[in-house]
């Protein structure tokens, strides 16, 4: 068997940590076996989608780099073959128009809740003259009265529903479009779709639907329902739990690498393993291993991940996601600045994100307009102007402008001056930066290039002299 697996999310919004791991568990299943992986976007909902929510998916799906073999595909363009099935399904006599109103349906549930019975349509209109063609009316699916449907799911393990605990759904709503249970089971039929993963929300909807499916002679899927999410209290993920949609991880500064291997440790686990590469991903991935239980999503964890990617992963890969950063900022390819790949070597171990290593960054590129106010009070005293003249007199006389020669000028300044090596580097780095806080000062000079440092120190020579009490 070909095995061919498919995300299908709604676009009533954005794609979210929840669906990023559905996507991640159904992507690697495809991978692992050498299958196919589809993308199809469930939009029959008329009033909640929109391009939004479409453009957000498919953004979040490319950042993730979760390429897709087929789609995506929509279902709004698939609507005469849905109304076909829907028409088999009456000629067949498994489906039937139902009139019962809204208010007809509100007191039924009221009554069945008041007598503490499941809640369910008790099966009015099956019977009604298979003619009558009133407007106002949905279709229901005849649900077998006798029997039981078995799901041998592969998270869950075997789940029987008997079917008299099914009530008869509506698979076509009275305007004539079709519902999420139709339209899901026809598309998983024609694509041949052999793996159905998703949320366990859908659990309660896996027999009806495998009754329909049944009804139209046709095969079922292998079924793998995933356990939700919760947040650090156990609650379930929402957006106080920082559950906002995946983009937002790209604004915040992490590595789509990190958050994929945060995802996958979500609910599947290989031994202590914690940092897979994108191959060993798709080699020990077993979907028969995705836990039972919820998992929780710890940020603190994520971002300790995320440092470790921005520290050991490959400087080309870091930088070219900082790049995006850094164009936020207005540094773009055509600012006169060091190549993003130093930028990453020199502050990977300081920046657990790449939003502080690019906060922590604008200096080399652009002229900042005031110094950190405590780093200037603390490092610009009476004398420091002479101290950072007399690195300037030096620096103004290297042939080479490079980090080992630089180093040894600041260290040489401090001897002549008498001053420990802090008096000196750490106003030059002021000077220069101002903040107190960069990369080794060698690396700094070095980065900085020649002309912005001689322009700084003058600079705050300049400043320190007119500030002088």
Known sequence: MTIKTRFAPSPTGYLHVGGARTALFSWLHAKKNNGTFVLRIEDTDLERSTQESVNAILEGMQWLGLDYDEGPYYQTQRFDRYKEIIQQLLDQGDAYYCYCTKEELESLREQ?????????????????PKDQKELNRVIRF???????????????????????????LIIARTDGTPTYNLTVIVDDMDMGITHVIRGDD?????????NILKALGADFPYYAHLPMILGDDGARLSKRHGAVGVMQYRDDGYLPEALLNYLVRLGWSHGDQEIFTQAEMIELFDIGQVNVSA?????????????????????????????????????????????????????????????????????????FSEYDEKAA????????????????????????????????IVLHTAEQLELKLGKVAQPLRVAVCGTGMSPSIDVTLSLLGRDKTLSRLQKAINYIKENKS
């Open 377 to 408: 009070k603390k490092n610009f005293k009476q004398g420091t102007d002479e101290v950072l003249q007399a690195l300037y007199d030096a620096f103004v006389a290297v042939t080479e402008w490079q980090g080992e020669v630089l180093h040894k």
């Open 142 to 168: 005849r649900n077998p009265e006798e029997g039981e449907v078995v799901i041998d799911d592969l998270v869950k393990g075997k789940i029987v529903v008997a079917n008299k605990e099914l009530d008869d």
């Open 295 to 367: 998992s929780a999503f710890n940020t603190e964890k994520l971002l300790w991940l995320n440092h470790q990617y921005i520290m050991n992963a490959e400087p080309e890969l870091v930088a070219s996601h900082l790049e995006w950063h850094m164009q936020q900022r207005g540094i773009g390819a055509a600012t006169q600045g060091p190549a993003l790949v130093d930028i990453v070597k020199a502050q990977r171990e300081r920046s657990k994100t790449l939003v502080e290593m690019a906060n922590a960054s604008t200096y080399f590129y652009q002229d």
């Open 112 to 128: 069945q809740m008041a007598n503490k019975e499941k809640p369910r349509y008790n099966g009015k209109c099956r019977e009604q």
């Open 202 to 210: 859908h659990v309660n909807n896996t027999p009806r639907q495998i």
